[in-house]
């Protein structure tokens, strides 16, 4: 089955600087990645997701980028805030319609 | 967004005894429904997928005889816990994937922490 890792598991950043978590998947057939904001004590929510027919994706502060050879995909948030500070999972699955695999997780802490 | 609830958000049972978990989709119809697991600071754990109308399907190494998933209607799954433990104890959260002719997306409950006692 699909194995998702993610680093690092915890990254502190200044206010203002960007933050880059990276992501690996395991299984060639996965083309979905999402990516869920976890605040403490709340649910996921979805902040950001590429398909494999892209590689890079852009939504305001944050971006996706995707190479499906590497099996490799990372999330770049720019001009980091405090309310940016959570817990971000990375994630992977066939189409966005089947079960998604969870990344173990990491925790952004942005200091202001 | 969607909208997906989640009861009980904090349940105390004793050892022994059975809990059930009600996860809804409150403003679309979800065929499929997801059960996942998450210990503190860890990651969400995929139990099982849950489908309207048929069985659930379950990770390898999740007892499906322990974690009993039941999908009757299309806004309505079910996760019970039988005979809890206190190793059961953890924050069960469920998701609801909308459909849609281009995407599915999903939604999370607000997840139930169990503390088997």
């Known amino acids: 089955g699909e194995n998702v890792e993610q680093h690092p598991s915890t990254l502190s950043v200044q206010e203002g600087d960007s933050a880059v978590i990276k992501c690996t998947y395991s299984d060639s057939a996965s083309n979905y990645f999402p990516w869920y904001k976890q605040e403490l004590g709340k649910r996921p929510q979805l902040i950001i997701d590429i398909r494999s027919n892209v590689g890079e994706k852009k939504d305001q502060r944050i971006a996706v980028t995707l190479n499906k050879t590497a099996k490799h995909f990372s999330l770049h948030i720019t001009e980091t805030q405090p309310e940016d500070s959570a817990v971000y999972f990375c994630?992977?699955?066939?189409?966005?319609?089947?079960?998604?695999?969870f990344g173990p997780g990491t925790s952004l802490s942005v200091i202001p | 967004g969607a909208v997906v609830s989640q009861h009980p958000s904090r349940v105390i049972c004793k050892s022994g005894t059975s809990v059930k978990i009600e996860c809804r989709s409150l403003?679309?119809?979800?065929?499929?429904m997801f059960w996942y697991r998450q210990f503190p600071k860890k990651s969400l754990m995929l139990m099982a997928t849950s489908n309207e109308g048929s069985k659930a399907t379950y990770e390898q190494g999740v007892e499906k005889d322990k974690f009993l998933i039941n999908h009757a209607s299309l806004t309505l799954s079910t996760l019970t816990v039988t005979s809890a433990h206190p190793e059961d104890s953890s924050f069960y959260i469920c998701?609801?994937?909308?459909?849609?002719?281009?995407?599915?997306?999903?939604?999370f409950g607000e997840g139930s922490r169990l503390t088997v006692l």
């Open positions: 403003d679309f119809q979800a065929t499929t």
């Open positions: 994630a992977a699955s066939k189409t966005s319609y089947d079960k998604v695999i």
């Open positions: 998701s609801a994937l909308t459909s849609g002719p281009n995407t599915g997306e999903l939604f």
